[in-house]
């Protein structure tokens, strides 16, 4: 039975975080070029159909959100606040849009909340996990857990007893 252990994998734990931020943040970014290139504008019309208060205006918000959101992503660069920022996206996504439509859509019309949810899932693991130790946020001592690196709050190297 040991031949069809996957332990060895353990070796790549710490490529994980790497691998959801650029997957996460790929399809983030995607979506906002998407309404960047349709323009927010007519995006804002289809948020003004669903009853969204000031729909032009949160257009832009979404498109930039979902733009530098996968940009910070990908980069591993405040990606805490980059997560966190697109799950209250896609979760108001979700309440404006799918909860009517479901997790799968019937077939022709539309998409359901599967992807969104996927999405989320990978935002919370970064959100509560970390961007891991392949990312701008580690290299610049943005996001290193002091009691995990030996150090202390200030940085300094925490004393071994």
Do not use: W
Not at 80 to 91: E, G
Not at 119 to 130: F, K, N, P, R, S
């Amino acid at each position: 039975m040991r031949a069809l252990s996957l332990a060895p994998l353990a070796r790549l734990a710490s490529l994980a975080p790497l691998a959801v931020r650029v997957i996460v943040g790929i399809i983030m970014f995607a979506h906002g070029l998407q309404k960047l290139t349709g323009g927010p504008g007519n995006f804002g019309q289809g948020l003004a159909g669903m009853g969204v208060p000031l729909p032009v205006l949160m257009a832009y918000v979404v498109t930039l959100v979902e733009l530098i959101g996968g940009i910070l992503l990908i980069a591993g660069l405040l990606s805490r606040l980059a997560a966190l920022l697109l799950t209250i996206d896609l979760v108001v996504a979700i309440l404006l849009v799918k909860v009517t439509t479901g997790l799968i859509a019937p077939q022709g019309s539309g998409a359901g909340a599967e992807l969104d949810l996927a999405l989320i899932a990978g935002l919370l693991v970064i959100l509560l996990a970390g961007p891991g130790k392949l990312s701008l946020d580690y290299a610049l001592g943005l996001d290193r857990d002091p009691i995990t690196e030996g150090t202390t709050a200030g940085g300094d190297r925490a004393r071994s007893t």
